[in-house]
């Protein structure tokens, strides 16, 4: 469903993406490994549309959106969920779930209701504190709000980054409890996340990136894949 062919991306001068090929099919978990500073947010951005890509295709679902604004990419269906969570203060948490609607095509207030219902169902303590400033929540709360506000829009690929880094170990579990029910409904997600060896366990298909370029690929289920990921990126 997505395919990025030999991608490139600069910030100025700096030639961060230097050839990027990577692909998800439907229903899969795809992990981006490597260490910090290789380019993998760059990846993320690149196909959501923060950033254009100065070489290379990007198709999703056939079509090609290389280089098309970040709110139309999100209206074809890729929903980006960024490292810093982008929690916007003096909203409540359910207004800035309501910020999630202006991303997709317009809705009656029942299924904007409905919608919101599915989204305390899977998240309950997103509907516990619905009325509380999102800023108040605690920094597990607030991943979940920034990937609850993306699922409101019912993506059909999500890109996930980073959604556990500064938790405390039991707010990690519950993250990955979440992105693993995500995964049982069915959702393509492309995760970046520096708890390798806990979010193999997770995905299909893995890519190690270096220095912008993808350096390895294997299978998450093949025990040799795994650990020639484990030596590469020194995990
Ligand atoms: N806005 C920016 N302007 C200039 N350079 C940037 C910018 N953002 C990132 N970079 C640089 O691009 C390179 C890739 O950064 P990127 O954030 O994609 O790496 P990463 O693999 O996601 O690492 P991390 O785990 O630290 O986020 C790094 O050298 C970084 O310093």
């Not at 490292?83 to 309501?98: H, K, Q, S």
Request: aromatic fraction near 6%; glycine fraction near 12%.
């Amino acid at each position: 469903m997505l395919e990025l062919s030999n991608v490139h991306a600069h910030y100025g001068l700096s030639h961060v993406l230097q050839g990027i090929s990577i692909s998800v099919k439907a229903g899969e978990v795809v992990g981006l490994f490597g260490r910090n500073g290789v380019g993998k947010t760059t990846v993320m951005k690149t196909i959501a549309g923060w950033l254009a890509p100065s070489e290379g295709r990007i198709a999703f679902e056939g079509t090609d959106i290389g280089g098309s604004a970040s709110d139309i990419i999100c209206r074809q269906g890729i929903g980006f969920v960024p490292e810093d969570r982008r929690i916007f203060p003096g909203l409540t948490v359910e207004e800035n779930l309501m910020l999630g609607f202006m991303q997709v095509p317009r809705r009656s207030g029942t299924e904007s209701r409905r919608r919101l219902d599915e989204i305390y169902t899977r998240f309950p303590r997103l509907g516990e504190r619905r009325t509380q400033l999102g800023t108040t929540l605690s920094g597990g709360e607030q991943q979940m709000l920034a990937m609850a506000r993306v699922l409101v829009g019912q993506p059909k690929l999500l890109l996930i980054d980073e959604p556990t880094e500064g938790l405390a170990p039991k707010i990690v579990d519950e993250i990955f409890e979440l992105m693993e029910g995500l995964r049982r409904d069915g959702i393509p997600i492309v995760l970046v996340e520096q708890n390798v060896r806990r979010a193999i366990e997770l995905t299909t298909r893995f890519y190690a990136i270096e220095r912008g370029q993808v350096v390895a690929t294997g299978r998450a289920d093949v025990a040799t894949d795994r650990e020639a990921l484990f030596e590469r990126i020194a995990v």
